[in-house]
């Protein structure tokens, strides 16, 4: 049994470990993405007890939202937590609109894509230029009061925007990029999320592969946000975390995904998949048991 976290102030409960969906369908981010694919990595994580699925309009500018909807016609829908993302103007060249009329007309949208009454979590998925925050999140209070969302999140909205937008701490859940590689959330967003009773969805938790062991020294030019120098730390950080991947029979990413389930700061890790395999061996990361000691030793190496 997966171990399981209240989201934020609602009454949402789900597994800490949930699933990424942005390879289901999301046509416009990856090639070669077969459907057929999509639905089995949904129903793998199913049928493997995870319980949330995290998707976005932005995945296939809906097919990720339409893949989930025809597979939890045959899954029992008060398991699941579906937690959707919306903010993409298809008027505006895609860009992101908070108006709280639109946001409510994204929300109906979602439900007919998602073949739902209700999404558990709804989340603004980027905040745009000039919508007052506070505002737009009062769209998203309507719709929780008429029972077509239960709880609130916002996704990529900088701490001053979150501060504007849980104005009357409304706010139930965060989505932004985090990872053993990425830690900028440690310094501010975290502790205020903590305070406020706010729960952490980090995305992006394998940091596009490199947490996963598959990279070498010579692989820097594939990742231009780092130097050559910067590169050269997160592999040898990573080949520490080998050594005791071998002494648990797991592989580096089980191990990584493992040291964010044991982070009291996290609330649910989501990776993504695109075959069925990958949420397999992603579910074995549940099992494995980081002593205290092994789990500072892994934050330390990563403190660069």
């Known amino acids: 049994m997966l171990n399981q976290i209240k989201i934020g102030k609602s009454a949402v409960e789900t597994t800490t470990l949930g699933l990424g969906t942005n390879k289901v369908g999301g046509h416009n981010l990856f090639e070669g993405l077969e459907d057929q694919d999509g639905y089995e990595v949904v129903r793998t994580a199913l049928d493997s007890n995870i319980k949330l699925l995290d998707t976005a309009y932005a995945y296939g500018y809906g ?56 999404i558990d979590i709804f989340y603004i998925h980027f905040p745009d230029e000039t919508t007052n925050k506070a505002e737009a999140i009062e769209a998203l209070v309507k719709a929780r009061d008429a029972g077509k969302i239960k709880a609130i999140g916002v996704s990529n909205f900088s701490l001053e925007q979150i501060k504007e937008a849980n104005a009357d701490d409304v706010i139930d859940v965060v989505e932004d990029h985090y990872s053993l590689v990425h830690r900028d959330a440690e310094k501010e967003l975290i502790p205020y999320l903590n305070e406020r009773n706010i729960t952490f969805v980090p995305y992006f938790p394998l940091a596009s592969g490199i947490l996963t062991g598959k990279y070498a020294k010579t692989d820097s030019g594939k990742f231009n946000q780092y130097s050559q120098a910067e590169f050269d730390q997160i592999i040898d950080a990573v080949e520490k975390v080998r050594g005791i991947a071998e002494s648990k029979d797991a592989t580096v990413a089980q191990v990584v995904l493992a040291w964010y389930l044991k982070n009291p700061n996290l609330g649910v890790v989501i990776p993504g998949a695109r075959k069925a395999e990958q949420v397999k061996s992603n579910v074995k990361a549940t099992a494995i048991e980081l002593s205290d000691q092994e789990y500072h030793q892994i934050d330390a190496w990563f403190k660069f």
Not at 70 to 89: C, E, G, L, M, P
């Open 63 to 118: 097919r990720s939202e339409e893949i989930i909807g025809d597979v939890i016609k045959d899954y029992d829908r008060s398991n699941i937590t579906i937690a959707t993302k919306a903010a993409q103007d298809v008027n505006h060249d895609y860009k992101p609109n908070n108006n709280p009329e639109f946001l409510t007309q994204q929300i109906d949208h979602a439900l007919k894509r998602l073949k739902t009454d209700y």
